[in-house]
């Protein structure tokens, strides 16, 4: 095998793990079909308002997200409303996704000022059954300019999207809860990804939004379990790929190896001696 059809099996073996892992890992959930230079490490550690001890002296402030939606970037029509847009927090720990005319018109307002506001939880919450806040809680508002006024009610369904720690051990299960004092908490029907830690879950109105967790079923032993699934066979797809490519490489060789060329016998009194230097 030449030289450049091994560097061509060995790039076809590279590009197979990377299939591989991309295709397993896009099938078992869709967060975590990202590329494989990104890497296949964990999300990034969350930050907390009011951290437990043992993250005192390695957490950061969690960041904000502010923008001002208008019509100069066409963001807001004061005729008909906000358009379709996508606002995280700086640290992609919250995002609001509006559908097309979710915040409404108001006569007078020329642009809307929204803001995602990481809060710490507060005392005597009112949770579901079962639930504790796992994380910060996210306080969402939306206010009309110049005319003042509070958005409370979306005119069409939108998406919020939390992160959140594991503060359960074991099998657990998340779910976004709202409110709209951030003291009593409604659980909202939820899609779970283990995997990037992150919980999603379509919203009707602003306010506070958190993630509610909780343990003891066997629904989020089984959930937890395939965020698990998720990193195993991501890695058993580059594993498999890697040993591909070595047991090609080690094949190549083998066929190259060749007896190294004899030289041909001289006669130094022969003059005509073709291999005389």
């Known amino acids: 095998m030449s030289r450049g059809r091994r560097a061509v099996v060995l790039g076809a073996a590279v590009s197979l793990a ?56 066409g963001t807001y ?28 018109s108001r006569s007078g307002a020329s642009s809307v000022s929204l803001t995602l506001t990481p809060l710490a939880p507060g ?33 069409r369904p939108s998406l919020v999207t939390l992160s959140y720690p594991i503060v359960v051990q074991g099998g657990f299960s998340n779910t976004v809860m709202v409110s709209r004092d951030g003291r009593t908490w409604t659980a909202l029907t939820s899609t779970d990804h283990p995997g990037s830690q992150a919980v999603l879950a379509t919203v009707r109105s602003l306010g506070y939004f958190a993630v509610g967790q909780t343990s003891g079923t066997e629904t989020p032993t089984a959930v937890a379990s395939a965020g698990r699934t998720i990193d195993t066979w991501v890695v058993i797809g580059l594993v498999a790929g890697a040993l591909l490519a070595a047991v090609l490489v080690v094949l190549a060789r083998r066929r190259e190896r060749r007896p190294p060329r004899r030289r041909p016998p001289t006669d130094d009194g022969d003059a005509f001696d073709p291999w005389r230097v």
């Open 18 to 73: 990377y299939v591989v892992a991309t295709v397993i890992g896009a099938r078992t959930d869709p967060f975590v079909a990202r590329p494989i230079l990104d890497g296949i490490a964990g999300p990034p550690l969350y930050r907390w308002v009011e951290p437990p001890p043992a993250f005192v002296s390695t957490n950061k402030a969690p960041a904000d997200g502010r923008f001002d939606l208008s019509a100069t970037d």
């Open 77 to 104: 029509d004061p005729a008909t409303g906000s358009k379709a847009g996508v606002y995280p927090t700086d640290d992609f720990q919250a995002t609001l996704a509006l559908a097309q005319r979710a915040i409404p």
């Open 123 to 155: 005392e005597g919450l009112q949770v579901p059954g079962g639930y504790q806040i796992a994380g910060n809680v996210v306080r969402i508002d939306a206010t009309y300019r110049p005319t003042g006024g509070d958005v409370s009610q979306l005119a």
